[in-house]
């Protein structure tokens, strides 16, 4: 029986597809192509910059839209339909974040907060484990700032409580936080979703992540899917139908999707 609906797989890339440590994908690419060519739209969500997921693009030999710095910007739509947006823009600069962070933030909480732009390169290799072009990728932000906090959890609060007082938010991924605009994953996957309804009426959302700021993405889905964590409890993820992974990505990737699928009654 011929499916009478489009699939749509919003989907973070590092600890999700990508492996957790060397970012490799390579075992799930075929598949990665076979639902691809399925007609299934896959759109990579995630708090990497335009470039990184430009280079995850070709790295995957597939032009594919994308959603970047954790909500801040969508881009290439038009390769869905031609009368879509190339790039839609949901966050003010950095610069004006980083302003309003300034002015607003008491001078003991910003003391704790350590900037990647602001450290040595041989510390920010060691954090988020990358060299030469790939370092340079990851720090292009136009939208989002990165940092460390070396405050205890009721400092970390008390920042969390003024930042989103400010109109901003904090994003935490596997390796770093995230200084955003008040954006996040799911913000622009509903802005995407409202866009390709434009086209199509009948969709599914499969959502895939595999850290705290991939939530909200999984709870506003058809079909969450949560790739291998073990920050994780399943207590406090608390989300209905929850497709799980024991596999780490890339493979875990590969699992939850072919669960999904099953789950959805999607006639290959």
Known sequence: MKNNFKILIFTDLDGSILHRENFKFDEIKDYIKYLINKGI???????????????????????LPFISENGS?????????KNFPDKVILSRDKSEIYDIFEKKTSDYLRKKCQFLTEMKKQKQIQILGLTDEKLKNALDRNYTIPLLFEGNKKDKDKLNNTVIANGLTLQTGGRIINLCDKVNKVKSMKRVIKIFKKIEKNIKVIAVGDNYNDLEMLRNSDVPCLVFNDKFTLDEINIDNLVISNKPSPLGWSDVIKKALVNLNYND
């Open 73 to 81: 910007a969508i881009h290439q739509l038009n390769l869905i339909n």
């Open 41 to 63: 739209f896959i759109i990579p969500n995630s708090s990497k910059t335009e470039k990184e997921i430009l280079d995850f693009n070709n790295e995957l030999g597939e032009n």
